[in-house]
């Protein structure tokens, strides 16, 4: 039987909320907190994936969005990589290719799962294969990795 084939990345985060009870323990109250996951670490989690993927000095940027499982919502750009943000076919004239989408997780998905909301936190983001395909092989239309065209999948 062959393994599934894997069409996305998608991610969680969750962390507590609680503070420790810091006064028996030999760490300053500094080093013991925890503190929650908030919305400037996943864009700086998602701007580090994007460095590591696409190359440093990749250009992003984060748009507001709406997604039903989190609040507040985005959705993350990188510059395009074929014309460096002037506008061509390939990013459609905006000079930004759309990666993925983010957000925190909504309190409600929390407490559905059965994780208290007033105890962790967490965020997600999740990104189709095709996206990092499209930008690590400089491929001009997304819709040409899905035609099954030979001559291109001969390429790699």
Wanted: charged content about 20%; hydrophobic content about 40%; some cysteine.
């Amino acid at each position: 039987m062959a393994a599934p084939a894997v069409t996305s990345l998608t991610a969680l985060a969750l962390t507590t909320w609680a503070l420790p009870d810091t006064s028996s323990s030999s760490l300053p109250a500094e080093q013991a907190r925890v503190w929650p996951l908030v919305m400037g670490d996943l864009k700086a989690t998602l701007n580090l994936i994007v460095q590591q993927i696409y190359g440093e000095g990749t250009v992003t940027r984060f748009r507001p969005h709406h997604f039903p499982f989190t609040e507040p919502s985005c959705e993350l750009d990188i510059q395009c990589h074929k014309c460096g943000g002037r506008g061509c076919p390939t990013c459609k004239g905006e000079g930004w290719i759309e990666l993925l989408g983010a957000g925190m997780v909504h309190p409600k998905v929390l407490r559905n799962c059965g994780i208290d909301p007033d105890v962790y936190s967490g965020w997600a983001f999740g990104m189709g294969l095709e996206r990092l395909a499209l930008g690590e092989y400089k491929i001009n239309d997304l819709r040409l990795i899905f035609e099954n065209d030979v001559r291109l999948l001969e390429q790699f």
